[in-house]
């Protein structure tokens, strides 16, 4: 019987490839609802996947908010008609103007997203006016993370500012605490407590002065069980419909499977402990050092060195390979490895049966 990984029509795909195993997906999807108990609490980070199936399968699990990166990220959402897209990045620039048409372009989709200074709220205020538009936007708190985001000293200062804009509207606040991704649950639990301590305070105290409650999205995929029981908190994990390497073995408690592997070929034998496989830089996330895959069918193969098109790897004494022969590896970071690939085949009782085009990938799709 064929691991739950290999394909039997393999000759039909050539390689490097992406492939994508929905049934696992399914589960996986299956699993976070689960952890959080309700599909309500969930609005997931879709710049994992990208691509508009797999959003489909959230939404026919009952997940009806979404978290994105990108505007084209926030088309493909509203194209499959998701209700509630939140664009988890601070709009400047051209992207304005981009979100004021993509606004007006999907009129059944409520888009939201993100700020952290007056400048940008008061620019977005100003737009929204313009255009008769009302925007949902979401104060990002630094809580740790030092990306993005305002000081937890001036929120209220910065909600204070704005609250009388015209044509944007404090929705809540957004954290995202992945500077917190130890192994020991424990620990991770002990950290998002108190990181969490400030945006409770704060939301309590902006929901004081806007005389209305206000909502809080926090967590990526190591954090997000860490806030399953915080009343009012939505959480937000990526990583975790696909899952990877990386995760898979610093977050033991979760129990997410494989569901996206990248498919490739050896292209030449160097010598007897040593051959070449055609997965580059440009088909495997490359910011972490090597490894940076890990095949499920060779564990004992470990990359010794990587270019644009070529992977080599160091295999052991007297296992032959010949070339041709395929590999099937697990990328230590799938969401930039996703973003590497137009298309991912989609794997069925062993067979490939079609392909997913990976339109987030874009940085525009029509707006």
Not at 237 to 249: A, L, N, Q, R, S
Not at 252 to 275: G, H, K, M, N, W
Not at 329 to 337: A, Q, R, S
């Amino acid at each position: 019987m064929n691991d739950w990984y290999c394909i039997s029509n393999i000759d039909a795909i050539d390689s490097p490839a992406l492939v994508v195993y929905p049934e696992r997906v399914m589960q996986n999807i299956a699993w976070a609802i689960q952890m959080v108990g309700d599909a309500n609490k969930l609005r997931p980070h879709v710049k994992t996947n990208k691509m508009a199936e797999v959003c489909q399968l959230m939404m026919d699990a009952g997940i009806t908010k979404f978290k994105c990166a990108t505007i084209a990220e926030a088309e493909m959402l509203a194209q499959i008609g998701a209700p509630d897209v939140l664009l988890a990045y601070q709009p400047v620039g051209p992207k304005m103007e981009r979100l004021i048409k993509l606004i007006q372009t999907y009129p059944n989709t409520s888009f939201s997203c993100l700020i952290d200074n007056d400048e940008t709220a008061a620019q977005l205020s100003h737009l929204c006016v313009q255009h008769d538009i009302n925007l949902p936007v979401y104060v990002d708190v630094n809580n740790g993370m030092n990306r993005t985001g305002i000081s937890p000293q001036k929120v209220m200062d910065l909600i204070q500012d704005i609250k009388g804009y015209q044509g944007i509207k404090v929705e809540g606040l957004h954290g995202y605490d992945g500077h917190i991704r130890d192994s020991d649950i424990a620990v991770r639990q002990a950290k998002s407590d108190e990181s969490f301590k400030y945006i409770e305070t704060l939301c309590q105290q902006a929901s004081q002065l806007l005389h209305r409650p206000l909502k809080v999205i926090m967590g990526g995929s190591p954090t997000f069980p860490t806030h399953a029981h915080r009343e009012g908190v939505e959480c937000s994990p990526g990583t975790f419909i696909f899952w990877d390497w990386g995760y898979k073995h610093v977050l033991p408690d979760e129990p997410f499977e494989y569901a996206a592997l990248v498919i490739s070929r050896v292209i030449s034998i160097i010598d007897e402990q040593t051959i070449c496989t055609d997965l580059g830089h440009k088909s495997v996330a490359a910011e972490n050092p090597l490894p940076r895959v890990h095949f499920l069918n060779a564990p004992d193969a470990v990359p010794i060195g990587q270019s644009e098109e070529h992977l080599v790897l160091q295999v052991p004494a007297g296992k032959k390979y010949k070339v041709g022969d395929v590999l099937y590896g697990v990328p230590v970071h799938i969401c930039p490895t996703v973003a590497l690939y137009d298309k991912a085949y989609v794997i069925e009782d062993n067979n490939m049966i079609g392909d997913w085009k990976v339109v987030g990938r874009n940085r525009s799709i029509n707006i």
